[in-house]
């Protein structure tokens, strides 16, 4: 059987940390920074853990 492609959208929007939990990046951190504080830029420069929920379809489209 040839082997399964990963769904590039996704695979471009999380990536899988060595201990196997889905990570993604924070809303809000792309454009029109320059009135936000920096405290929330700062906030929202940290990456996340997807929601268990989530998680589960996400690491199906990562292959």
């Not at 405290?39 to 940290?46: D, I, P």
Request: charged share 35%; aromatic share 2%.
């Amino acid at each position: 059987m040839p082997k399964n492609k990963s769904h590039s959208g996704a695979s471009r929007r999380f990536r899988v940390t060595g201990t196997g939990k889905i990570m993604r990046r924070r809303t809000n951190k792309n454009h029109l920074l320059e009135h936000k504080p920096s405290k929330r830029t700062r906030r929202l420069s940290v990456d996340v853990r997807v929601s268990p929920a989530d998680a589960r379809k996400i690491r199906k489209l990562l292959g």
